[in-house]
């Protein structure tokens, strides 16, 4: 499984996990909006993030924490390569 794959796995099976207890984990779908849909709340991304950090090793920005870089799987899993690279970079 590709590196791109096995984050949205993880992000998607942490997400049904806490925030959509009772829905069959089929409807969210990689390109479900999480923050503008109501899924993840403003209360919910701390948990979000905490996880992202954790799971992944890296640091989110403050200019991160916004709809245009957190509001899919999709674009979760790209803001973590591109992290992950950055912090390849800088070892």
């Known amino acids: 499984m590709a590196q791109g794959d096995q984050i949205r796995s993880g992000v ?33 991304m701390l948990e979000l993030v905490a996880f992202l950090e954790n799971t992944y090793n890296i640091t989110l920005r403050q200019d991160d924490l916004t709809p245009d870089r957190l509001d899919s799987v999709d674009l979760i899993a790209e803001l973590v390569m591109e992290l992950q690279g950055a912090n390849a970079v800088r070892q």
């Open 12 to 44: 998607r099976a942490f997400i049904a996990d806490k925030f959509l207890v009772g829905e069959p984990p089929e409807s969210l779908r990689d390109s479900t909006l999480l923050m503008t849909t109501g899924i993840v709340s403003s209360v919910a």
